[in-house]
Every structure is written in structure tokens, then in C-alpha cells.
């Protein structure tokens, strides 16, 4: 599968990206749901948003997307005003949930849809477009930590020894 372009989100006005798609659950939302026409397997949704926390509230601030014209039978661009007329900035309070954003340096180099591959993971949770949570997690520690090895007779003391060995030397606490 192609890795898809992610959505930017802006904090402290440091820009970041993200897997998450807030916008999804307003074109969701009834009577019509509202969609988009891809131009590249690299965003199958059809659109990019550009998101801003800006005093613990999110808001989205750009959006690109492409939209089948009747008329002239072509895939047109169109901007926030398509969904949001007379509007640049718009309060996201459709949205509750938690977004997962990439920081830090890039441990490898795979081409896989998820942040385990980077230092550090801000996990920011929401509540109709409010920040009321968030937490930074080591990836590293994460990846081992989401290691299951079931214990048998024969592996049950190395995996103890490997945990008494980490939490030793304040590598990853178990």
C-alpha cells in the first residue's frame, strides 16, 4: 500500500504531521456525506487539512482537496470555503478523539503507516475540538514494551534476565 500523505497540524508554531484525519467525522455527519476525488493512490481521501492548536483548541486552517465537476466533466481544486463558506479558520469541535503526531528523529527508514519509527509520539486526546489531555510516549520503550513473549520452560528466565538487565541500567522500565 502507498503511504499516505498525512495532515499537517501546527503547535506552538512548530509544524508537525499526523496519520489522523479529523476532518473525517464532519464529512460524516448526516443528512449528506460529504466526499472528495483522489488524484494519487498518495491521499485516497482527496484532500489535505493544515490544522492549529491555538490556545488548547483545534482548528482547521487550510485545506486542499479535488472535487468532480459536472459541468466541465474534470476534477477540480477546492479550498476550506467548500465545506466552510466565508470562513478561514474553522473550530473544530466536530471532533473528539485522539491524534497521534511523530516527533523527534526518524529511527528507520520503512515505508509503513505508523509512528513506530520515530523517537517520540504525542498522543493529544480531544473533546469536541478541546484539548484535555495529552502525553509523550518513547517509542522505544513502546515497542518493547508491546513485545509479547508468552513465558514457557524454556525462554521464561532469558526474558526475565533481558527485563532485569534493561531496568538495571534505566534502559526501558518494565
Request: charged share 25%; aromatic share 14%; glycine share 4%.
Amino acid at each position: 500500500m502507498t503511504a499516505q500523505i498525512r495532515e499537517i497540524i501546527m503547535i506552538n508554531n512548530d509544524e508537525y504531521s499526523m496519520d489522523n484525519t479529523p476532518l473525517e467525522s464532519h464529512l460524516n455527519k448526516p443528512p449528506k456525506r460529504q466526499s472528495f476525488n483522489y488524484r494519487t493512490t498518495a491521499c485516497w481521501r482527496g484532500y489535505r487539512g493544515s490544522w492549529n492548536l491555538d490556545n488548547d483548541q483545534l482548528y482547521l486552517i487550510h485545506l486542499k482537496g479535488n472535487r468532480y465537476d459536472i459541468e466541465s466533466k474534470t476534477i477540480k481544486e477546492v479550498y476550506i470555503d467548500y465545506l466552510f463558506p466565508n470562513q478561514e479558520k474553522v473550530f473544530a469541535s466536530w471532533f473528539t478523539g485522539v491524534l497521534t503526531v511523530p516527533d523527534g528523529k526518524i529511527l528507520t527508514n520503512w515505508n509503513i503507516d505508523n509512528f513506530s519509527n520515530y523517537e517520540h509520539i504525542l498522543q493529544l486526546k480531544f473533546d469536541k475540538g478541546i484539548l484535555i489531555d495529552f502525553k509523550s510516549v518513547d517509542a522505544i520503550q513502546k515497542m518493547v514494551n508491546d513485545i509479547q513473549i508468552k513465558p514457557s520452560y524454556g525462554n521464561s528466565g532469558f526474558w526475565k534476565r533481558t527485563q532485569n538487565w534493561f531496568s538495571e541500567f534505566r534502559i526501558i522500565r518494565f
